[in-house]
């Protein structure tokens, strides 16, 4: 999608055009639930996310002159949801990961620490840079790469 294009279903949207803002959503749509998937240990709070994220976006679109603004507001929106069902969840009593027959991608995200599996979620599932990961989530690059290095050294492979 060009620049102008952009601007052109950014402003379609802000004046409540559905269809426009479900096309600036497709843009993003596969990288924030990939995100949410991998980062949440619910199927029902990756969905909850992702809705909410959508909803404050339909409401701030006419504010986000940009592509890369609207990415940026959606990840960094997102983000900021997962963190929230993080402590959540440290208020909830833990229940084990369910382990089957096979290698279980989810069941070994849902082993990591919540920050190493958001900056996983988002570099695997999502294929965002450490340096957009950072932005993303306001975590440090330097600690985006070592969580990336030890989460990828970490995985154990049946």
Known sequence: MDKREYRELSEQA????????AR???TIYREMYYTAFYSL?????TVEVIISTARDAMSAIGRLRTEEAF???MMKNLCARIRTKFKEYSEEEP??????GGYDIKAEFVRLEETD????SMYIGGKFQ????????GISQATVKKSIDRTLSGFELD
């Open 117 to 120: 599996r958001l900056i996983a």
């Open 14 to 21: 802000a004046s409540g055009d559905n269809k426009a803002f």
């Open 71 to 73: 990415r940026a507001f």
């Open 130 to 137: 450490p340096d957009e990961i950072s932005a993303y989530t």
């Open 41 to 45: 240990a619910d199927d029902t709070d």
């Open 24 to 26: 600036l959503y497709e």
């Open 95 to 100: 229940t084990p990961p369910p382990r089957g």
